[in-house]
């Protein structure tokens, strides 16, 4: 059996915080399952026996051994996912439904992603913006431009 490089020492405080978070189902899956991983690893189970018991991998319970290792019970949280931030603030977002909300532009039935499009452009919101970025923006609140009462708010 290979030797385990990051061991998990828990004293009385962590380990009751541990256990309020499996006994209490109001965690997330994860920050529970890592709880039940590092209460094993207390055991001296291997990180295979582990990683069978908890129904993960070995690299999971190895990561979750190292960071609770460095970085103590925030090992539990979840790290910021990668990803583009938000290409509109939420008083440019408010706008661009105020304006769905709006009269349509002359000539036209009703305003199109491209023209919400368009019109975050145009308003300086933002160098350039795809209509599905506008629709997911949109689809967000309950607005829906083609409806007969096309209201951010249902009413």
């Not at 009703?110 to 499009?117: I, P």
Request: glycine share 6%; net charge positive.
């Amino acid at each position: 059996m290979p030797k385990i490089k990051y061991v998990v020492d828990l004293n009385e405080q962590e380990r009751e915080h541990l256990l309020e978070v499996t006994r209490h189902g109001k965690s997330s899956a994860r920050k529970i399952k890592r709880a039940h991983m590092l209460l094993k690893a207390t055991q001296g189970l291997s990180d295979e026996q582990i990683a069978r018991a908890v129904d993960t991998s070995r690299a999971t319970v190895f990561r979750t051994r190292k960071r609770f290792v460095e970085e103590g019970l925030e090992a539990l949280n979840e790290r910021p996912r990668s990803g583009q931030p938000n290409k509109l603030d939420g008083r440019q977002q408010a706008h661009i439904i105020a304006v769905a909300c709006s009269e349509p532009p002359q000539g036209r039935a009703r305003w199109t992603l491209r023209l919400l499009a368009a019109k975050v452009v145009q308003l300086d919101f933002a160098e350039s913006i795809s209509p599905e970025t506008v629709r997911n923006m949109l689809k967000k609140t309950n607005s829906n431009p083609g409806r007969k009462s096309s209201g951010a708010f249902p009413r």
